[in-house]
């Protein structure tokens, strides 16, 4: 079946401008991250979603940041005011909720801010 | 604290020369251990899951073994396509959701 999509593949933008991130999971998968990787760097934890709860918003590093994700399924990350520092790969993940705790990534966008 | 590290951070290899990558992990009780290759330029792809200690997967070249302190992810005779980045995350009892990530071991396989 078809695995986590997200949108764009790339994003160019200026300083100051606000650009929306989207991720398209698993269907049927419950639950979504949001990850942030930078050059060289390991995983970061931005956001989590599981089915109707509220999300786990702990790892968004300013109030810049927010997500959300509407019908419990395609899942739009916003950043505001973009700086420099904000570039980076943002990554998407889904997992199911058989029992098994992998996740499975999409693509990610690579954020290019100048 | 709940920590994963991977050693080395870079290994090259020759074609055909077998190693080992480690991850060593500090977790209140482990939930699962997952290791994942990375391409330069893509997501993680999911290789395997192990859950307790002396359990071992397999695929393809690649072995993953599980101790109550580290895991291995052992290649044998690596080919070129074997070069990526490859990840170690473990998921601790005390949480159902967050995982842990190692940085990464970059290998690179030359002809």
């Known amino acids: 079946g078809a695995g986590v999509s997200q949108s764009p593949s790339n994003k160019v933008t200026e300083k100051g401008k606000d650009v929306e991130l989207r991720c398209d999971p698993i269907?049927?998968?419950?639950?979504l991250y949001w990850y942030r990787q930078s050059l060289g760097q390991g995983l970061e934890f931005l956001i989590y979603?599981?089915?109707?709860?509220?999300?786990?918003k702990s790892g968004l590093p300013s109030d810049r940041f927010s997500a959300e994700r509407t019908g419990g399924s395609v899942s739009t990350l916003t950043i505001q005011r973009t700086q420099q520092e904000d570039s980076a790969v943002y990554l998407c993940?889904?997992?199911?909720?058989?029992?098994?705790?992998?996740?499975?990534f999409g693509p990610g966008t690579r954020l290019t801010v100048t | 604290e709940d920590q994963v590290t991977q050693s080395p951070e870079a290994l090259r290899l020759q074609e055909g020369e077998s190693s080992s990558l480690n991850c060593s992990y500090t977790?209140?009780?482990?939930?699962?251990l997952f290791w994942y290759r990375q391409d330069p330029g893509k997501g993680p792809e999911f290789l395997f899951t192990?859950?307790?200690?002396?359990e071992e997967k397999e695929k393809e070249r690649l072995k993953a073994t599980l101790t109550k302190k580290e895991s291995f992810l052992h290649i044998t005779a690596p080919k070129p396509e074997d070069s990526a980045t490859y990840l170690c995350?473990?998921?601790?009892?005390?949480?159902?959701?967050?995982?842990?990530w190692g940085a990464g071991t970059k290998l690179i396989i030359k002809p």
């Open positions: 995350a473990v998921q601790g009892m005390d949480s159902n959701y967050q995982l842990i």
């Open positions: 192990l859950y307790s200690a002396g």
């Open positions: 979603f599981q089915g109707n709860s509220a999300p786990d």
């Open positions: 993940a889904s997992r199911g909720t058989s029992g098994r705790y992998e996740q499975y």
């Open positions: 269907s049927g998968h419950t639950a």
């Open positions: 977790v209140s009780g482990l939930r699962g």
